[in-house]
């Protein structure tokens, strides 16, 4: 039997302490895309606590047709998606067709990774320009290389296919890269 | 809006440069040539978020999720307690409303009681007194 069929059975059944554990190897990943969908720390508190309070009324429909992850993060995504339209905040800019500069781009842009890493400055420039992302582009960069989640989960946490999780990924990346060289003054 | 199509060669080319910096920042690929700015992104990427989980709190939630559930539990028996008030009052309005009415037929029912004391309902009374009279004798005998 998988780890997660024996932790859902053990809440199911009221054993003591399994709820606290199933939310103790979840929270973060619940925490990282409420955070990065709404941002406002009060809001993701308590936006995490109706996720979980949802995934222990409704355990008992999860049909282990995906892993328990996606699942809990599906719920996340959707309180974080309902609290965003209730305060009408769009998930994502109209304009998505910023990557078209490609050629601008080269692939050695001559600056010194440690020397730049070590630039205080710079590293809250870019995690500032991390933040000022739409709410779906941070949230998926998040769950992709925070949380290390694989495209196709983070599609069933979403409900979006692959591949525009993936066009998604890269241009919000190539947007923070271009950032980077306008800030460095090493754009060819 | 929300589905994109699918990347161009020249920038499926990029995405594999995204993901090779991805890769060695994840200490799963040795350094190659690849954009430093993507290392950078990456890096800062893999940074854990300015605001943590607040202390404690899987404990607080499973509490207040078995709390909430037991709440839900208690449910059913409100409602049959509820339901028994419902009731209690629908009858004791029936009385208010038609106790009148009802009363006068018993009343009016009563004058034929006394026919149980002639003929079969007297013999019925008299053989159910006979049958009794030798325990109550007994008893009265023992307690003597």
């Given at each position: 039997?998988?780890?997660?069929?024996?932790?859902?059975?053990?809440?199911?059944?009221?054993?003591?302490?399994?709820?606290?554990?199933?939310?103790?190897?979840?929270?973060?990943?619940?925490?990282?895309?409420?955070?990065?969908?709404?941002?406002?720390?009060?809001?993701?508190?308590?936006?995490?606590?109706?996720?979980?309070?949802?995934?222990?009324?409704?355990?008992?429909?999860?049909?282990?047709?995906?892993?328990?992850?996606?699942w809990?993060?599906?719920?996340?995504?959707?309180?974080?998606?309902?609290?965003?339209?209730?305060?009408?905040?769009?998930?994502?800019?109209?304009?998505?067709g910023?990557?078209?500069?490609?050629?601008?781009?080269?692939?050695?842009?001559?600056?010194?990774?440690?020397?730049?890493?070590?630039?205080?400055?710079?590293?809250?420039?870019?995690h500032?320009?991390?933040?000022?992302?739409?709410?779906?582009?941070?949230t998926?960069?998040?769950?992709?290389?925070?949380?290390e989640?694989?495209?196709?989960?983070?599609?069933?946490?979403?409900?979006?296919?692959?591949?525009?999780?993936?066009?998604?990924?890269f241009?919000?990346?190539?947007?923070?890269?271009?950032?980077?060289?306008?800030?460095?003054?090493?754009?060819? | 809006?929300?589905?994109?199509?699918?990347?161009?060669?020249?920038?499926?080319?990029?995405?594999?440069?995204?993901?090779?910096?991805l890769?060695?920042?994840?200490?799963?690929?040795?350094?190659?040539?690849?954009?430093?700015?993507?290392?950078?992104?990456?890096?800062?990427?893999?940074?854990?978020?300015?605001?943590?989980?607040?202390?404690?709190?899987?404990?607080?939630?499973?509490?207040?999720?078995?709390?909430?559930?037991?709440?839900?539990?208690?449910?059913?028996?409100?409602?049959?307690?509820?339901?028994?008030?419902?009731?209690?009052?629908?009858?004791?309005?029936?009385?208010?409303?038609?106790?009148?009415?009802?009363?006068?037929?018993?009343?009016?029912?009563?004058?034929?009681?006394?026919?149980?004391?002639?003929?079969?309902?007297?013999?019925?009374?008299?053989?159910?007194?006979?049958?009794?009279w030798p325990?109550?004798?007994?008893?009265?005998?023992?307690?003597?």
């Amino acid at each position: 039997m998988n780890a997660d069929r024996v932790l859902v059975e053990a809440v199911l059944a009221r054993r003591a302490g399994a709820f606290e554990r199933l939310v103790a190897e979840h929270q973060g990943l619940c925490w990282h895309i409420l955070q990065r969908l709404v941002r406002h720390p009060e809001d993701t508190r308590e936006l995490c606590q109706e996720t979980f309070l949802r995934v222990h009324q409704y355990l008992h429909q999860y049909r282990y047709e995906s892993a328990l992850k996606s699942w809990i993060g599906r719920i996340a995504y959707a309180v974080g998606l309902r609290h965003l339209e209730k305060k009408q905040v769009p998930l994502l800019e109209s304009d998505t067709g910023e990557a078209a500069d490609l050629a601008l781009l080269q692939e050695s842009d001559g600056f010194d990774l440690e020397t730049a890493w070590a630039d205080a400055q710079l590293r809250e420039r870019l995690h500032a320009a991390i933040d000022a992302l739409p709410p779906l582009q941070r949230t998926l960069l998040t769950m992709y290389h925070l949380d290390e989640l694989a495209i196709p989960e983070i599609a069933q946490i979403c409900g979006l296919p692959a591949g525009t999780i993936k066009s998604h990924l890269f241009r919000s990346r190539l947007r923070l890269r271009e950032l980077l060289q306008n800030r460095l003054g090493v754009c060819a | 809006m929300m589905t994109l199509p699918p990347l161009s060669p020249e920038q499926e080319h990029e995405w594999a440069l995204q993901q090779r910096a991805l890769d060695i920042e994840g200490g799963r690929a040795d350094a190659e040539p690849v954009p430093v700015s993507y290392r950078l992104v990456a890096r800062a990427l893999r940074e854990p978020l300015p605001i943590g989980l607040p202390a404690g709190f899987a404990r607080r939630i499973a509490r207040r999720a078995e709390r909430a559930a037991l709440l839900d539990a208690r449910w059913p028996q409100r409602w049959i307690v509820v339901l028994l008030l419902v009731l209690s009052a629908l009858v004791v309005a029936g009385f208010m409303l038609e106790g009148a009415g009802w009363l006068a037929g018993l009343l009016a029912a009563l004058p034929s009681l006394p026919r149980l004391f002639n003929g079969w309902g007297l013999l019925l009374l008299l053989g159910i007194g006979a049958a009794r009279w030798p325990l109550v004798r007994g008893a009265s005998s023992g307690k003597q």
